[in-house]
């Protein structure tokens, strides 16, 4: 693994939020890089195309935590640490055959630079790389990665990652779904998303993750606003009788029943 003599220059590294860390060799400009709240969960991501972040995370609920400080995200260049002249990440696949592969030694000292200050235990810390070939995420993953300190997000482009630097690290992989994207930058922050709203505060009053799908195993059932009726289609009575119970009868049935014609599955999981 490299060491901290490897870090790369400061432009290798962006970091988003009211508070940010970032380890480097020289001393930060505070006007420049803001600090992080103590405890905050964070997000480190090893990519080739910073300025993706914070994308879509920046806006809305997740946007206005990460400008609270209730979260932080810090994208680290890939290219940073590339090799030579060009800064080159990527070499052909050993045994032939199409595309580029990213270079173990150029992976290895993003990973070292993402690891600065992280606890050692996985379990605080997750380091995972993006990867169709993964345990497909689920909200319980999002559970497990938002009790954890943190995370560092390894987005692969071209073929993908030289394995050596994979098992070296211990790298998880987890895939977004059956499907090849082009690069895991759109992965991982549909996992950040799905992660940091579950962090305590985030969501403020605007909702409850409790009763969302799959936080018990089920699907949600319909929701409904005004006009009570639209293109001659009303909403359930029940929902507008204001019998609590009976509504949270409905409800259950519904989730039930939806669970049941959509995600089969689900409910063989519940035994
Ligand atoms: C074109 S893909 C590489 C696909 C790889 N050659 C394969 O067949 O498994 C480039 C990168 O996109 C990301 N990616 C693609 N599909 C993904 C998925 N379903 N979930 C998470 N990341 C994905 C990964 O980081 C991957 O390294």
Known sequence: MSGEGDLPPPRALRSHGRIGVTASAKPRDLMEEPLVAKGAWRARIITLFPDAFPGT??????????????????????????????????????????????????????????????????????????????????????????AADGITLLCGRFEGVDQRVLDHWGVEEVSLGDFVLTGGEIAAQAMIDATVRLIPGVLGNHASTEEESFSDGLLEHPQYTRPAEWEGRGIPPVLMSGNHAEIARWRRAERLALTAARRPDLLKDRG
């Open 57 to 146: 995370l920046g806006l809305s609920l997740t946007g206005k935590a990460l400008d609270m400080g209730l979260w932080a995200l810090e994208a680290i260049d890939l290219r940073g640490f590339g090799i030579g002249k060009h800064r080159n990440v990527d070499d052909t696949p050993a045994g032939g055959g199409a595309g580029m592969v990213l270079r173990a030694d150029v992976v290895d000292a993003a990973l070292a630079r993402a690891s600065v200050g992280t606890p050692p235990e996985r379990g605080r810390w997750p380091v995972v790389y993006l990867s169709p070939r993964g345990r497909p995420f689920d909200q319980a993953t999002a559970q497990r990665w938002a």
